[in-house]
């Protein structure tokens, strides 16, 4: 026995009788490409096979989406419902009130506006509209408010639409109205044929709307006349003139014309234009996008908790594993690629697994009173949100990676 | 002739201050192309250190080391992944197979990290599994093979791509007797048919008459050897 001195050839003698080319060092690493492509398999094979796991994950991101949407949907449902009656009165500009931030009445405006919209040369027709809050008495002694519509007959704009009992035209025929077929409950069993006292007149039910209501008591119409009577509005007064643009006229080129033509007395939008001021009102100058926008970014928050403590605890419950791959050659940037891909999974399928289970719930709890609302470009921008926000959650994961030592395979 | 494993001087000191500890006091150590050499001792000896060192997962405090006269103590920590895919096959005392992937696929996995496209590496992963007595058991994960064959498949990945260094720490020691025996006798067999040259750290002297050389570390360092 010899101490640290290199051994004899007993070794060379014992193996076989020619001894084969010593192995060379191996040429090339894979490429970028083949490292991507074995990490995402290896990736999706180890999140498939911790089923349980994988399911935490994913809970946290559909409860993120779910959570989210359903606030952000509120949010848009409230939004739309502040513009209903613009988007549906078939008007392209509005001449309101000056200072205007929403659909309500503020100091009537002079009839010397709807005169001169008229004559203007684009000009299809121009209509007054009366808006005003009036309570209905109800058969059991109580008071209800609703938000009255008088519109000028024969109606050009402004009228009631989606009407599921009667017409329009009922209108014409003295002291009658039209109501909200989701409040006839509310206003005490309405019929058609019913009377109630509106403002102190009885008025008779003429007909039904469906879903008319907007963040304000629902929509009840009359004719012109009637409605100035209940409103108490002076003749030569109005709450808006509604402007129909002639066929291949810009509204907003309308909305600035007339502007200019009747000066500081009014404020006049294109419709477009108008809904967004009132978006901005509703954000800028009501609590309605703080609350909105901290319970939306609480669902995140806690979908962000979730994925970054699931993908963190898959990876330390599997740490002999990854000290594997790294003993095996694959880099921390390797192992960020597989985290990469199994986080966009978790995006992807979570995604889809909420968006179709919110969609449900927005199909179940639709109501006239409420909507919850999505846009397409709500489901996008959730693909996008949260596979931004698994690649990011997974960082914590990442970093207890980064620190591992390929020495403990050997511990 | 260059020499596959050549340590020179290989200093470990594991901690600082008053905790440091000296695991190994410079430590002499060569392997030749093709050798098949057995590095045994007492538990706490230090084997495991020096296998590490040597396989490029943990630096020496001081001294040299090369593999196939490439220097590869002193590299920068971002080199190391590099240095262990050119030079080093791995086989673990636990065999350390990725459980959610297939025998064929944990073989893969490591030839496509030697450059190797995802075709080629799954049919050289089924040629191997073939080799090691396993071309029935492709498709089986890791909690479906027996411990000798999962220690069997450690080996062929181990040998896959070709490397010319295999590093095994006490791959025997969670085997009995036979399955052991087995392991090793093949993993000597397909050494030496391809040329790898082997360090296999063992307890277990019923295998010692496998190897070329059996090198004796005690309290961190080499006290003999014998063939
Ligand atoms: N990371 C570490 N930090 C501090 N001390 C360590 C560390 N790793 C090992 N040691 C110490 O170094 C000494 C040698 O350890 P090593 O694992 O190399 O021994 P070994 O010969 O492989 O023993 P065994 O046969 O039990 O596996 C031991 O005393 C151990 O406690
Ligand atoms: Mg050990």
Same mark, same amino acid.
């Given at each position: 026995m010899t101490t640290g001195v290199f051994a004899s050839d007993a070794g060379d003698a014992r193996a076989a009788v020619s001894p084969p080319p010593a192995a060379a060092p191996l040429p090339s690493r894979a490429s970028l490409a083949v490292r991507w492509r074995a990490m995402a398999r290896t990736g999706l094979r180890m999140m498939l096979h911790d089923k349980l796991k994988m399911l935490g994950t994913l809970i946290g991101v559909v409860f993120a989406v779910i959570l989210a949407n359903q606030q952000l949907g509120t949010f848009m449902g409230l939004l739309q419902k502040n513009v209903l009656f613009l988007r549906n009165s078939g008007a392209d500009v509005w001449i309101a009130?000056?200072?205007?931030?929403?659909?309500q009445s503020g100091k009537p405006i002079s009839d010397v506006a709807l005169m001169r919209a008229r004559v203007m040369p684009d000009v299809e027709w121009a209509e007054p509209l009366l808006l005003g809050s009036v309570t209905v008495a109800t058969p059991v002694g109580g008071a209800e408010p609703v938000t009255l519509i008088g519109v000028r007959l024969p109606i050009k704009g402004g009228g009631p639409w989606n009407m599921v009992a009667g017409t329009p035209e009922v209108l014409a025929r003295p002291d009658t109205m039209i109501f909200e077929d989701a409040d006839r409950e509310k206003l005490?069993?309405? &019929?058609?044929g019913s009377v109630r006292e509106v403002a102190g007149h009885k008025v008779t039910v003429g007909g039904f709307t469906y879903?008319?209501?907007?963040?304000?008591?629902s929509f009840a119409f009359a004719s012109y006349d009637l409605a100035r009577e209940l409103l108490k509005?002076?003749?030569?007064?109005? &709450?808006f003139v509604m402007v129909k643009a002639k066929p291949g006229t810009d509204p907003v080129v309308l909305a600035r014309a007339l502007q200019e033509n009747l000066g500081d007395e009014v404020k006049v939008m294109a419709k477009d234009d108008y809904a967004k001021t009132v978006y901005g009102y509703l954000l800028r100058a009501t609590p309605l996008g703080i609350t909105f926008g901290t319970s939306t970014l609480f669902g995140l928050i806690v979908g962000f908790v979730i994925v970054s403590l699931s993908m963190f605890s898959a990876v330390v419950d599997n740490l002999r594993e990854f000290g594997t791959l790294k003993a095996l050659g694959t880099t921390t940037a390797d192992l960020a690629k597989l985290l990469f891909v199994q986080s966009v999974a978790y995006a992807l399928v979570g995604s889809t697994i909420g968006l179709a289970l919110v969609s449900n719930l927005a199909n179940a709890i639709r109501s006239p009173r409420l909507a919850l609302v999505l846009l397409p470009q709500t489901f996008g921008a959730t693909f996008f949100v949260m596979t931004a926000l698994c690649v990011i959650a997974s960082s914590l994961a990442l970093l207890r990676l980064h620190r591992l030592e390929p020495a403990m395979v050997f511990r | 002739m260059t020499l596959a494993i050549e340590a020179r001087d290989v200093v470990k000191t594991y901690g600082v201050g008053d905790a440091a500890t000296q695991v190994l006091r410079g430590v002499d150590f060569r392997v030749k192309k093709g050798e098949f050499v057995f590095l045994a001792g007492p538990s706490g000896s230090g084997k495991t250190t020096l296998l590490s060192i040597l396989g490029c997962v943990l630096t020496p405090t001081s001294g040299d080391v090369s593999l196939l006269g490439t220097r590869v103590s002193g590299r920068k920590e971002s080199e190391l992944p590099g240095l262990r895919v050119a030079y080093l096959g791995f086989i673990f005392q636990g065999h350390n197979l990725i459980a959610s992937l297939t025998a064929a696929q944990n073989i893969a996995l490591q030839l496509e990290l030697r450059g190797h496209s995802p075709r080629e590496a799954m049919k050289e992963a089924e040629s191997l599994l073939d080799r090691v007595g396993l071309g029935d058991r492709t498709h089986h994960k890791p909690g479906e093979l027996s411990g000798g064959q999962r220690q069997r498949v450690s080996v062929a990945r181990a040998l896959a791509g070709g490397p010319p260094i295999i590093l095994a720490d006490e791959p025997t020691a969670s085997l009995d007797a036979q399955a052991g025996l087995l392991v090793t006798e093949m993993l000597r067999e397909m050494a030496k048919e391809r040329g790898h040259s082997v360090v296999v750290v063992t307890?277990?002297?019923?295998?010692?008459?496998?190897?070329?050389r059996v090198v004796q570390i005690e309290d961190g360092t080499i006290t003999g050897e014998s063939s």
């Open positions: 009130p000056p200072g205007t931030t929403q659909f005490g069993g309405l &019929n058609l879903g008319l209501i907007p963040f304000a008591p509005t002076p003749r030569d007064r109005m &709450n | 307890h277990d002297n019923r295998i010692y008459h496998l190897a070329d």
